[in-house]
C-alpha cells in the first residue's frame, strides 16, 4: 500500500472514530474535551498531518484536501452535537419545570380543638342551656378561697390531701398569707357567690364554672394540671332532689344516652350531705366489664348540698337559703365518653392523636 494510501486509511478510521464518540459524548463539557482530543493543536488530525511531510511534494496538496475534508467533517458533528445536547438539556429543564396543573390542589391543613377543651365546650353549652350562668376565677389564689371560706380550716386533713403548688415567695394582698395554684374550682363558688350578692343582693343563682386546677400528683391517672367544671346553685327550698335531676340529665346529654346514676353516701368538707356519683357503665350497659371492674358502675363526680358554713362565709342565710354543688373532673368524663385509655395522651399533644380527636374550628 502506498503511503497515500495508509494516509488516507488512518484519517478514515480516525474520522469514524471521533464521530462515534461525538454521538456518545453525554454533555458540552464532554463533547469540548472531544474537540480538543481530535482538532485541538496536539490533537490526532495534527499528528496524522506531520505525515505528510513525509509524502513526495505532489502528492502532499492531495492528502491536505483529504485531511481538511475530515476536519470539515469533524468540525460538522462537533456544531450539531452542541446544539443538539442544547436541545436536549432544554427539553430536561422543560419536563423538571413542568407544573402539572391538572392535578388537584393541597388542602390547607386546620386546626382543631384540643379534646379537652371540647369536653370543657360541650360541658359547659349543656349548663348554659339549662340556665347556669358562666363563671371563672383566678388559678392562682389565696388560702381563704381555696381553703378556709370551703368549710376547709388550717388544721383539716383535706387541706394534706390535696398536694398542693404554693408560690414561694408570694401573699395575698393583705400579706398574711401565701399563695396558690388552686387545687380544686370550688373557690370560684366563693368568688361567683361574693360577686353575686353585691351584685344582686340575693339569691336564686346558678352558676357553671370551667376552669384548669393543680395538683401535685403524676401518674397513668393524675396530672400535676387538668381540668374542673364546678357547677351550683343556691335558692330557697333546694334540695338532693334538684341535685340528682339536674345531674341525671347533664350526664344524660354529654353521654347522648339514657345513664342511670347512683348516688353513694361520701364525705366532703364543703357539702352536707355529701355523696359520690355513679353512672351506669357506659360500656357494657351495667353487665359489667373491665372499665366498670364488673360492678356495672363507674364513679364520676362528686356532689352534695352546700354546707351551711360555706354559705355563711359569703354572707348568705343558710336557714333560709340552700343549694347543691359538684365538680366533675374534664378529662374523666372525656377518656369515658371518647373511650381514651390514658390521661397522659392528652398532655403529650402527640399529633397522630389529636387528629383522630378531630374537633375542627
Ligand atoms: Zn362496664
Known sequence: MSEIDALKVQL???????????????????LQQLRVHYLGKKGALTEVLKGVGRLPPEARPVIGQYVN??????????????????????????QAERIDITLPGRKAAAGGLHPVQQGLDEMTEIFSQMGFAIAEGPEIEDEFHNFDALNIPPEHPARAMH??????????????EPMLLRTHTSPVQIRAMKRFLSE???PPLAVVAPGRVYRCDYDVTHSPMFHQVEVFKVDRNVSMAHLKGVLRHFLSAYFEKDVGIRLRPHYFPFTEPSAEVDISCVFCASKGCRICKGSGWIEVLGSGMI???VL???????????????????ERLVMLKQGIPDLRLFFENDVRFLRKMGGTR
Request: glycine content about 10%; proline content about 2%; overall charge negative.
Open 12 to 30: 478514515e478510521s480516525l474520522q469514524s472514530e471521533a464521530l462515534a464518540a461525538f454521538a456518545a459524548a453525554e454533555n458540552p463539557a464532554a
Open 69 to 94: 475534508d475530515t476536519k470539515a467533517v469533524l468540525a460538522g458533528a462537533l456544531e450539531r452535537g452542541e446544539a443538539e445536547l442544547a436541545v436536549r438539556a432544554k427539553a430536561i429543564r422543560i
Open 163 to 176: 398536694d398542693t403548688f404554693f408560690i414561694k415567695d408570694m401573699l395575698n394582698e393583705a400579706g398574711t
Open 200 to 202: 344582686s343582693g340575693e
Open 307 to 309: 354546707h351551711p358554713n
Open 312 to 330: 355563711r362565709a359569703v354572707g348568705i342565710d343558710s336557714s333560709e337559703f340552700s343549694g347543691f354543688a359538684f365538680g366533675l373532673g374534664v
